[in-house]
Every structure is written in structure tokens, then in C-alpha cells.
């Protein structure tokens, strides 16, 4: 079956600009993650969700960043006033459930430049 | 603060030599542990995992281990072949945090391997 797909693959986009990135999860998986990876550095953990509700928005870094996943399916993360420290990949992950025994299947990421 | 730590940035080996790639973690709530494997321009890729009852996990050429007095964990991969080269990540899960930071993984920097022919 089709695994976790992400769009757009790159985006590159001005300083100060709103940016909105999607993640379409495995079918029937109710856990979906968003995560973010510097270059050099390993994925760090933004947000996730059960089924419609964020778990833990813990590591958004501030309120510039809001996800939203309004069915339980596609999650959009959604970034405004962009700064050119928010370039990075952006991976999204899902899994059956938020169960440790579930694995969290990756994206292959959108790579966000802020210019 | 750096919560899981892969201190090699790289590996070298040779093809059908074992590879050993390490990783250590301060938190001790953390009782879950996997290695996920990326290649260029792809997501990571789930490869194994441990829980803290256990010490070792063994899945065809790769084997966990894991001491916890130590916090240290480390990735065997027997013998290694040269579509192993990629970047690896360790990864770690605290699964008594109650169903609000339950789902989250916290990840090494990752250590590159490459395996010559």
C-alpha cells in the first residue's frame, strides 16, 4: 500500500511569508507526527496527533507554528512570519497507534528554504 | 540538552566485517529504543527495537544491545554489506509518560556509515 506521502517536496519561500505543508498519513493510522531535521542533526519532535486532537504540541518551538488535522487523516503544518532559521526538513510520520509497539512510518519530507 | 547522543559522526568498514554503531541517553524514564536507518532524499526507515526489559534484540544481520546501568546502547549489523551505507539514528521512547508525551521519539545526530566493497 501507498506509505506517507508529504507536499510540497521542496518549498523555498521569503523571509516574513506564510507557509503551509501537508502530510497525507497511511491509511487507517491514527497517530500522526510532525518532525524537523537541521542539517547535521537528528529529526527533533514539533507535534502529534490522535486521531483529531494534538497529543503533545510540546516541541513547536513558538506560536508562529500551528498544525491542524481537522478529520483524523491529512495534517497541514503551518508556519507564518517565516524567519530563516525555520529552513529545514520537515518530516511527518504516522503510525497504527500512539502504542510503543506501533511503528512510526516516515515521509520523505519537505525541505523548507527561507530566504 | 542533548538527550540521546550518537558521539561518532561517521563509520568506516569494509564489506562482511561487523559494523558497531553506538548511542547514549541521559534520560532515564526512557524505556523504549529503536534505530531507524535514512538514506539521501528519504524519510527515516524503522530498522529495530528494544525495550528496557530486555537487553538484547537480534533480527536476521542486526542485533540490539542495550545496558541500562550504562545508559548505552549499540547497533551490531553482521556481516555488513555496502547498501548499508546510509545514516543511522537512534531513537528513544519514555511509554510511562501517561498518553501525553507517549508518542514521542527523541533522536540522536545520527552517525554515517559507509561500507566498501
Not at chain 2, 58 to 74: C, I, M, P, Q, W
Request: charged share 20%.
Amino acid at each position: 500500500g501507498a506509505g506517507v506521502s508529504q507536499t510540497p517536496s521542496n518549498k523555498v519561500t521569503e523571509k516574513g511569508k506564510y507557509v503551509e505543508l501537508r502530510c497525507d498519513p497511511i491509511s487507517g493510522h491514527t497517530a500522526l507526527y510532525w518532525y524537523r531535521q537541521s542539517l547535521g542533526q537528528g529529526p527533533e519532535f514539533l507535534i502529534y496527533f490522535q486521531g483529531t486532537g494534538a497529543a503533545d504540541d510540546s516541541g513547536l518551538p513558538n506560536d508562529r507554528f500551528f498544525a491542524v488535522r481537522p478529520e483524523g487523516s491529512v495534517s497541514t503544518l503551518k508556519i507564518q512570519r517565516t524567519e530563516r532559521g525555520d529552513s529545514a526538513v520537515y518530516l511527518c510520520a504516522s503510525s497504527l497507534s500512539d502504542s510503543s509497539s506501533d511503528t512510526q512510518y516516515f515521509g520523505p519530507g519537505t525541505r523548507l528554504t527561507v530566504l | 540538552d542533548q538527550q540521546v547522543k550518537q558521539n561518532s559522526p561517521s563509520l568506516s568498514v569494509q564489506e562482511g566485517r561487523i559494523s558497531i554503531l553506538n548511542c547514549d541517553y541521559t534520560n532515564s524514564m526512557f524505556d523504549y529504543f529503536l534505530w531507524y536507518k535514512k538514506y539521501p532524499a528519504e524519510g527515516p526507515t524503522f530498522l529495530i527495537s528494544i525495550s528496557s526489559i530486555k537487553d538484547k534484540n537480534e533480527d536476521g544481520r542486526f542485533t540490539v544491545f542495550l545496558n541500562k546501568s550504562a545508559k548505552h546502547l549499540s547497533l551490531h549489523i553482521v556481516p555488513s554489506q555496502p547498501g548499508d551505507s546510509a545514516v543511522y539514528f537512534c531513537a528513544a521512547r519514555d511509554t510511562s509518560a501517561g498518553g501525553t508525551s507517549y508518542g514521542k521519539l527523541t533522536f540522536g545526530q545520527g552517525t554515517i556509515l559507509t561500507v566498501h566493497p
